[in-house]
């Protein structure tokens, strides 16, 4: 098994920046990728950013441009630096990793922390 907390949410202005990390543990060996969602509230849960085994990087397009996904395997900790926020990036954010495809599938989820962006 695999468990993931999230942290370094919060509120934060318009145009501020906010680092999120996400540690996991257990069966740490099991992870290849790991990727960050969000849900904004009456919305689906959707795809951030996500960073795979290889290191390749991928950003949604809302995104593309303000945010940094990053991963400290040693310290299994993901982290995901987002700059320049707007409103409409308030959401509740969630870490998922997995041995394969990132998403509802076999990985693993925290249990997500929500981020504020004011106006």
């Known amino acids: 098994q695999v468990q993931v907390v999230e942290s370094g949410g919060g509120l934060v202005p318009a145009g501020g920046s906010l680092r999120l990390s996400c540690v996991a543990s257990g069966r740490v060996d099991e992870i290849k990728n790991m990727g960050w969602y969000r849900q904004a509230v009456g919305q689906p849960r959707v795809l951030v950013a996500a960073?795979?085994?290889?290191?390749?990087?991928r950003y949604s397009d809302p995104v593309k441009g303000r945010a940094t996904i990053s991963r400290d395997n040693a310290a299994n900790t993901m982290y995901l630096q987002m700059n320049s926020l707007k409103q409409e990036d308030t959401a509740r954010y969630y870490c998922n990793v997995a041995a394969g495809p990132l998403g509802d599938y076999d990985g693993y989820w925290g249990r997500g922390i929500q981020v504020t962006v004011s106006s």
């Open positions: 960073i795979f085994a290889n290191g390749n990087t």
